[in-house]
């Protein structure tokens, strides 16, 4: 379901006072008998400021940033981590899942190492195995992360098949030369290049400590 704009209000304020303006101000004009020389330079300063209200309005309507839209991820909440991994390594997982979950649009991600799954949390999809894709492919060949800023206008998208269906956004952050941090959004367009430098951040730590441990 997505969110409501949470700017919509203040985009139309101005349109709204504006028109209300307008219409008070003919309303005025037509119940008046007798047209005075001050009300029509009253009435003419005031369809002057409608005018300009009306005007702000549209122009905000326009440039004023939006919120992108976000939705609730379809699938259910889970913590899963491959059982046959060092405890020092699943509370290396569990901190740098908790970080990118609480600090960042990410509400679903998949941790893809020497092709296995180690660590799959937050919003789940029924499907669980990940089959690389030419985009997942591309970054463990490149090391090089890939942004999905909108998923859902890209035909490699069906790759993602184990993240939820209505996943808007995907960041495949390479984790050293052997596997990759794949992140889902709710929303299209919402990770910030701070973002992006915290995720790489991270996704070099867990590439010193998966070498040192597996």
């Known amino acids: 379901m997505t969110k ?16 209300l303006g307008a219409v008070l101000l003919l309303i005025n004009r037509l119940l008046t008998p007798e047209l005075t020389e001050s009300q029509s330079r009253g009435d003419v300063l005031g369809v002057i400021l409608s005018a300009v ?9 326009q440039v004023q940033p939006r919120s992108p839209d ?3 991820l379809i699938g259910e909440e889970g913590f899963i981590l491959a ?14 899942s908790h970080l ?15 092709g296995k799954i180690l660590l799959r949390r937050g919003i789940l999809a029924p499907k669980s195995e990940v ?10 060949e490149k090391q090089q992360p890939v ?11 069906v790759e993602f098949d184990y993240l939820p269906e209505n996943t808007q956004g995907v960041i ?34 867990l590439a010193v400590t998966l070498s040192s441990n597996l």
Do not use: H
């Open 4 to 19: 409501p704009d949470p700017n919509r209000v203040l985009r139309r304020l101005p349109l709204v006072v504006g028109g």
């Open 53 to 61: 209200l009306i005007l702000t309005g549209l122009i905000w309507q």
């Open 70 to 72: 976000s939705v609730e």
């Open 83 to 96: 059982p046959d991994l060092p405890e020092a390594m699943k509370t290396e997982l569990a901190w740098a």
């Open 100 to 114: 990118l979950l609480t600090n960042t649009v990410t509400r679903s991600l998949v941790v893809f190492y020497q």
């Open 131 to 140: 089959v690389p894709g030419p985009i997942l492919k591309r970054v463990l």
């Open 147 to 157: 942004y999905l800023v909108a998923l859902k206008v890209y035909p490699g998208r």
């Open 172 to 205: 495949c952050q390479p984790i050293g030369d052997r596997g990759v941090l794949i992140l889902g959004a709710n929303a299209p367009r919402s990770y910030t290049k701070q973002d992006e430098n915290w995720i790489a951040g991270i996704a070099d730590k």
